[in-house]
Nanobody
Framework: QVQLVESGGGLVQPGGSLRLSCAAS????????MGWYRQAPGKQRELVAA???????NYADSVKGRFTISRNNAKNTVYLQMNSLKPEDTAVYYC?????????????WGQGTQVAVSS
């Protein structure tokens, strides 16, 4: 069984920064893609950023230029550096791992970490 454990959420003022981390543990040979999704109250879960094992990245338009995703393949860990945070970034942030070998096609999810941006 694979587990994803997130850390780094919290309360920050507008314009501030936070760094989220997500570590995958368990019986893992490889992980194709790791990413971050977020869900604000009353809204659907949306992709924030994702990165493949080869380093290809994908960002939501709303975070381009402010957020940076990175990954340590040897540690099965993914990071999300969030700068210039805005109140609309407030949400629960979930880590996701897809293409886990061995593992189900649906991948794995973390339990979520709260990010609140408010003055």
């Amino acid at each position: 069984q694979v587990q994803l454990v997130e850390s780094g959420g919290g309360l920050v003022q507008p314009g501030g920064s936070l760094r989220l981390s997500c570590a995958a543990s368990g019986s893992i040979f490889s992980i194709y893609a790791m990413g971050w999704y977020r869900q604000a109250p009353g809204k659907q879960r949306e992709l924030v950023a994702a990165i493949t094992s080869g380093g290809s990245t994908n960002y939501a338009d709303s975070v381009k230029g402010r957020f940076t995703i990175s990954r340590n393949n040897a540690k099965n860990t993914v990071y999300l550096q969030m700068n210039s945070l805005k109140p609309e970034d407030t949400a629960v942030y979930y880590c996701n791992a897809e293409g886990v070998v061995p593992g189900p096609p649906s991948g794995y999810w973390g339990q979520g970490t709260q990010v609140a941006v408010s003055s």
